[in-house]
């Protein structure tokens, strides 16, 4: 947008797309339309203060001098126009009409992606959901009933983004043919069909329903194949969603509220009805028993809104209405053609039109030739030019086509060397890996536009064109709306390899994937032979061959170790087909120069990776890496190296149960929520971990039995880095080998040995490595260092001095604390009714003599209900509300040995996980995997059939 200063009694200066709104407000009121200034008052649900009696204002230019930035312009309908407001957000539609849509002689965009169209008026008052998303301001001559219209300049928070965007004319108002119908010079009887309608919905007991017809189709699990993957990928990404707000609100003060609003309760109960409204619907994927479970694994808690609290909430707003509306899963661009056209409007001569000037200027056809082979764009109106940029942003085959939406932000994705990419630390050790994923602002998609396409302006003076820079103001309102650009994709991931899809085809073609929302960019020189659509069984143990001589000289000791490690290999060319979270990969070795930062170098060679050569200090430090990590980076493999001492992070072990990870954008007030779908290695000599992290790890243990392994000599392979490189191609072949025949076989996996978030996860890794003949089970407990953390013994000398005080019998936690001996006598055995200091764990330890009883009780209860369920020795913890305090009580309950062991064989009912619901979105039946077509059973042996 041009800074051109112009004159004003208020403000000093207007932007030029000000200063023409402001001209059409004042020529709307010198043809008889009432208009008025409001000024702001955030306390009101519009965020404007209305003039008193403002329905009997006069039509008076004058007024329109009044208005400054900030400010509100609001026109009076039922005089001169009247105002048909459809919200295509809301799947606004005029179907109804049967084509008898009224004659718009004038129309604007809403900030919230919605069509104003002015038309003549109808004399009737105004009537809000006339029709699906459609409202009409109208009134009489008296003023009674009369609706008034925001007109540009005003801005208003969006709807639909959350961000302040300004209504704008696409049409302005042609004053002379409307002043030619109200003279009677001319007949317009185009308004007949609407104003009819009108008076049907008044006389009718209800109106229509602003959200859609009820669904009648047939239930999700007798949808065609790739319809249930479209289901289930929506719903998935609602889910998310949902449950990422719900995260976010966890860290909120008192007072906080959203964009909307909202306070954390009235997120919560929002939250909670739009999943049970999802679950209820006969088309979706959802389950009621998932629903729940997503809504109360995420909604936060603490000492004054607990557990049962949440339930309550869920009980009480899960089926609260109808079930929600199938969706439109049609591209954005072919629903926005449609929600114009149903206005009348034809999306190609818009589009056409997107870059011309005022009646009379040049359009693209007609630009000068000074931009050489760019691209002219005319900028003489910064209105059209927004539109234009609207549509051209992240369009294929255009300059612009690498832009990308992804987590509400434009995006884009440079590689290393390319501009954009910044190395996120300084250590001289650290990669980052061969991508990045930046946010793009609105001053780097000006320069974007600037540098790839020749902007121009007709200058009235010279009535010539000359080269111009490109609107700031335009690249700001595509930034801050990128949700009604049609044309800009939503970025999933970035992979540098081919990987296998959902339906078991093989993404080998560079570019943007719409069926994962995958964009493939490889590295420079990578070529990956085609995989064969059927691989035979000589290609399958020629593949499984090549893998193992890569790793065939290290000392590993056992078959399980490398089955863990080949889990890591796998993973990354696995996301689409069992989404994450995936299993911590721990190698270690007991002795230094053993080769295990090797073999994590190989992960990392072969698939692209972020190498960090410190562990972080702290947790805030973990906090911010990670962040920064799945934010920026887009390697699958994120190896930190060379960890010492006992690894204990409650940060990282939430991290490796959770498909979403929520924090705050470092140095900005903002939260981000991004996919966790990466493959997390750790190397070190004799590793120990703390916590929960022991649980949730696969361990890789070399062993060469040797003092001073790094002094071997003669190996087959003397420079495995240089080999691993020459060979990445067919490396990444052979693996997506032994997937695809794992595919074509019908997909077998062995039993499933746990019911946690990885069970699906290690079944899939052991049915590929079984069909391809390699020994081992990858999360077999033989390969298994540790049975538990350091934290699990504090926890379980607490459960065994609790149970030896209290027995069976339940008590509260100011009981247990005054059961407590803070001070012991030197040399004298404590009572065993009594609880020693050093039987609770550190931190309570360290906190409970020094904080008053009731804060203590608050310290202990929160620090109990964290681990309700948790098992050491054979110990846990349950907990009810006792119906008369109205607290929670606590009790110590004991698992037989065979609890403990497990049924070998029989797992009974698999609990669902809710980390990943697009994993689990295959259909009421609950399946463990998601729907896939139906592939031929091609047996191994058959003929070789190379994909394209």
Request: glycine share 10%.
């Amino acid at each position: 947008m041009t800074t051109q200063q112009i004159p004003h009694p208020i403000a000093p200066s207007l932007t030029e797309e000000q200063a023409y709104a402001l001209d059409v407000a004042r020529a709307l009121a010198a043809a008889g339309v009432p208009v008025f200034v409001a000024p702001p008052d955030p306390g009101r649900k519009i965020g404007y203060r209305l003039p008193s009696a403002w329905q009997q204002t006069r039509a008076d230019p004058a007024v329109v001098d009044a208005w400054a930035p900030g400010y509100a312009l609001c026109a009076v309908m039922g005089l001169g126009l009247d105002l048909l407001d459809v919200d295509l957000y809301k799947g606004g539609d005029l179907a109804p009409l049967d084509g008898q849509i009224p004659t718009a002689y004038a129309v604007a965009t809403t900030p919230s992606g919605g069509v104003h169209s002015f038309i003549r008026p109808l004399g009737v008052h105004s009537l809000d959901d006339t029709l699906p998303g459609v409202d009409v301001k109208s009134g009489d001559a008296e003023g009674e009933g009369r609706g008034f219209a925001f007109i540009a300049p005003t801005v208003r928070t969006s709807k639909v983004t959350g961000q302040p965007e300004p209504y704008r004319w696409i049409q302005p108002p042609d004053l002379a043919r409307l002043a030619a119908v109200q003279r009677g010079e001319r007949i317009d009887e185009s308004g007949t069909a609407l104003r009819a309608l009108i008076g049907q919905v008044r006389s009718s007991v209800g109106q229509p329903a602003a959200d859609g017809t009820p669904y009648i189709g047939p239930p999700f699990a007798a949808l065609p194949a790739e319809q249930q993957q479209q289901l289930s990928r929506y719903v998935a990404a609602a889910v998310d969603g949902i449950r990422a707000e719900l995260v976010a609100s966890a860290d909120w003060a008192p007072s906080q509220t959203d964009a909307q609003g909202r306070g954390w309760e009235k997120l919560q109960a929002d939250a909670a009805w739009r999943l049970g409204k999802f679950a209820r619907a006969e088309w979706s994927p959802l389950t009621l028993d998932v629903a729940r479970e997503a809504f109360c694994e995420a909604a936060p808690v603490d000492e004054s809104w607990g557990f049962d609290d949440v339930e309550q909430k869920w009980r009480a707003q899960a089926w609260r209405g109808d079930p929600a509306p199938i969706p439109d899963l049609r591209p954005a661009s072919e629903r926005d053609a449609e929600g114009w056209a149903r206005l009348g409007f034809d999306i190609d001569q818009i589009a056409a039109s997107r870059a011309t000037g005022e009646a009379g200027t040049p359009g693209e056809a007609d630009a000068p030739a000074e931009g050489g082979s760019r691209t002219p764009v005319n900028v003489s109106n910064p209105a059209l030019a927004t539109e234009w940029l609207r549509l051209e942003v992240g369009r294929e085959g255009t300059p612009l086509a690498g832009l990308f939406a992804r987590g509400g932000y434009l995006s884009h994705a440079p590689a290393i060397g390319q501009d954009g990419y910044q190395p996120l630390t300084t250590r001289t050790h650290d990669e980052d890996g061969p991508v990045q994923v930046r946010r793009v602002d609105a001053p780097t998609l000006a320069a974007q536009v600037q540098g790839r396409y020749a902007p121009f302006r007709y200058d009235v003076r010279t009535k010539a064109d000359k080269p111009a820079m490109f609107p700031g103001e335009a690249a700001t309102s595509i930034v801050k709306a990128i949700d009604l650009a049609p044309n800009l994709r939503e970025l999933v991931g970035v992979t540098h390899t081919p990987m296998v899809r959902a339906d078991g085809t093989v993404l080998d073609q560079p570019g943007y994937d719409d069926a994962t929302g995958l964009l493939f960019l490889p590295a420079s020189g990578l070529v990956v032979p085609p995989v064969p659509s059927a691989p035979t069984l000589d290609q399958v143990s020629a593949a499984a061959a090549l893998v193992l001589q890569m790793i065939g000289e290290f000392p590993f000791l056992t078959d399980h170790d490398r089955a863990n490690y080949l889990a890591g290999l796998l993973s990354p060319l696995l996301r689409a087909v069992v989404p994450p979270p995936y299993k911590m990969i721990a190698i270690g070795a007991p002795e230094r120069g053993s080769g295990k930062s090797l073999l994590a170098e190989l992960l990392r060679i072969v698939h692209g990776g972020v190498l960090r050569s410190e562990t972080p200090a702290s947790e805030e430090e973990f906090s911010k890496q990670i962040t920064a990590i799945l934010d920026t980076t887009a390697a699958p493999i994120v190896e930190f190296d060379n960890v010492s001492g006992v690894l204990r992070s409650s940060v990282l072990a939430g991290l490796l149960t959770a498909s979403l990870w929520s924090d705050r954008r470092l140095g900005k007030s903002e939260q981000i929520v991004r996919r966790n779908d990466r493959t997390w290695v750790i190397t070190g000599n004799n590793l120990e971990l703390g916590g929960d992290l022991v649980r949730r790890t696969l361990w890789v243990t070399i062993d060469p039995a040797t003092p001073n392994p790094e002094r071997r000599v003669g190996f087959a392979i003397p420079d495995l880095r240089a080999w691993t490189r020459e060979r990445r191609g067919q490396l990444l072949h052979a693996l997506l080998v032994m997937i695809r025949a794992w595919v074509i076989a019908g997909r077998p996996v062995p039993d499933r040995a746990s019911t946690d978030d990885y069970g699906t996860w290690l079944q899939v890794v052991n049915g590929i490595l079984q069909h391809a003949g390699i020994a081992g089970t990858a999360g077999h407990l033989g390969a298994e260092r540790q049975k538990e953390g350091s934290d699990d013994e504090e926890w379980g000398t607490f459960l065994a001095a609790a149970e030896r005080v209290f027995g069976s019998s339940e008590w509260a936690a100011r009981d247990l604390l005054g059961r407590v001996a803070t001070y012991e006598m030197p040399g004298q055995p404590l009572d065993a009714s009594r609880i020693s200091l050093d039987e609770l764990p550190g931190p309570l330890a360290e906190k409970v003599p020094a904080a008053n009883p009731a804060a203590a009780a608050r310290v202990l209860g929160k620090w109990l209900r964290n681990r309700e369920g948790r098992w050491a020795d054979r110990r846990a913890v349950r907990s009810r509300l006792d119906a008369h305090t109205k607290a929670k009580v606590w009790r110590v309950e004991q698992a037989s040995r065979a609890e403990v062991a497990g049924s070998a064989g029989s797992y009974g009912s698999p609990t669902t996980p809710t980390s990943d619901f697009a994993l689990y979105l295959g259909g009421k039946g609950g399946l463990d995997l998601p729907p896939f077509p139906a592939l031929p059973a091609t047996p191994l042996g058959g003929p070789q059939e190379a994909t394209a």
